[in-house]
């Protein structure tokens, strides 16, 4: 799929990724903004996100979102869904649902593709490797592949996870060819953290506690210690694959209360446990090795309905 196929007699496009946007949906939505305005100068062009994590700023024209989802256009010629199906767009869905074509581009094995056009490769490292893909390389500029490089560099944890191929190292290896630091890009997407980052990552290791003889690692954070700290979702980024680095741990889960009985939950594994198939059956989903989903219930309960999934993969092996 090429998105220049897709803009023919189009005069305005949409474009949004899922609720609490990550580097690789932040980084393939500004890219294909950064390609569309580059490109097509006369065409109207819209980003709808939620807020990003300050240190993803520096992506170009990351200004220019639309946090507020206000928009003028009854129907967008064009809406494109990134890094996501079409129901966790939070805001974005009655957009992507009112426009006359839609195209999904996503590398989640849960997506079987929600737009009228689909681009779903789940063994893709990223929503950015594709996005590389459905771009031609003669049209791109230095910030489009360091929007694409931010993605692909946070999506892999660094092109270490199992989701790394020949093929994302090709595409990397063509977006730094571009000429930006991407040393310095990746110490502050990736390592840099605040003070306040450094606190809670703490406060989450010290309470941490080992289950199933050590295979398995759990962390727990209360909205009270959440708002002792101020600390916003994006400051707790990080915590569940620093708990997976534990020796003997085989799958880590992190979880912070976001309401009342409210829970965000995260889910890493080293490849023992497919961790997509566990969220997916509390409503989330996302990769073999990393996935997500939200729960309500007392701590108790959602560490107990989630673990016994882990301990029957555990078990089988």
């Known amino acids: 799929m090429k998105i220049d196929e897709q803009m023919d007699g189009v005069k305005t496009v949409g474009i949004t990724g899922h609720v609490r946007p990550d580097g690789d949906c932040i980084g393939s939505c500004m890219g294909v903004y950064l390609y569309l305005t580059r490109n097509y100068p006369d065409v109207r062009v819209d980003v709808f996100l939620e807020e990003i994590p300050p240190e993803l700023e520096f992506i170009k024209d990351t200004d220019k979102i639309h946090h507020d989802f206000v928009t003028d256009v009854e129907s967008y010629d064009l809406f494109i869904c990134l890094d996501s199906i079409k129901e966790r767009t939070g805001d974005a869905e009655k957009f992507f649902d009112a426009s006359k074509k839609t195209v999904n581009i996503d590398h989640h094995v849960t997506n079987k593709g929600t737009g009228d056009v689909n681009y779903i490769v789940p063994g893709a490292s990223s929503a950015c490797e594709l996005v590389y893909d459905c771009i031609d390389h003669e049209k791109m500029d230095i910030e489009i592949a360091k929007a694409l490089y931010t993605g692909m560099v946070t999506d ?55 289950l199933m003889d050590g295979r398995c690692i759990v962390s727990v954070l209360s909205k009270q210690v959440i708002d002792f700290y101020e600390a916003k979702g994006s400051d707790l980024d990080g915590i569940v694959n620093q708990l997976l680095l534990t020796i003997g741990v085989d799958c880590a889960l992190f979880m912070y209360e976001t309401d009342p009985l409210e829970y965000k939950v995260s889910l890493r594994s080293n490849g023992a446990v497919d961790v997509s198939r566990i969220a997916s059956v509390f409503g989330g989903g996302g990769h073999v090795r990393a996935a997500g989903c939200n729960v309500s219930g007392t701590s108790h309960d959602v560490i107990n309905n989630i673990t016994k999934y882990i301990q029957q993969q555990l078990d089988s092996i």
């Open 156 to 210: 892999t944890g660094v092109f270490k996870y199992s989701s790394t191929t020949p093929r994302t190292y090709e595409v990397a290896a063509k977006l730094i060819s571009y000429g930006f630091d991407f040393g310095s890009l990746i110490d502050h997407v990736f390592y840099e953290k605040t003070y306040l980052q450094n606190q809670i990552l703490g406060r989450a290791l010290l309470e941490s506690i080992r």
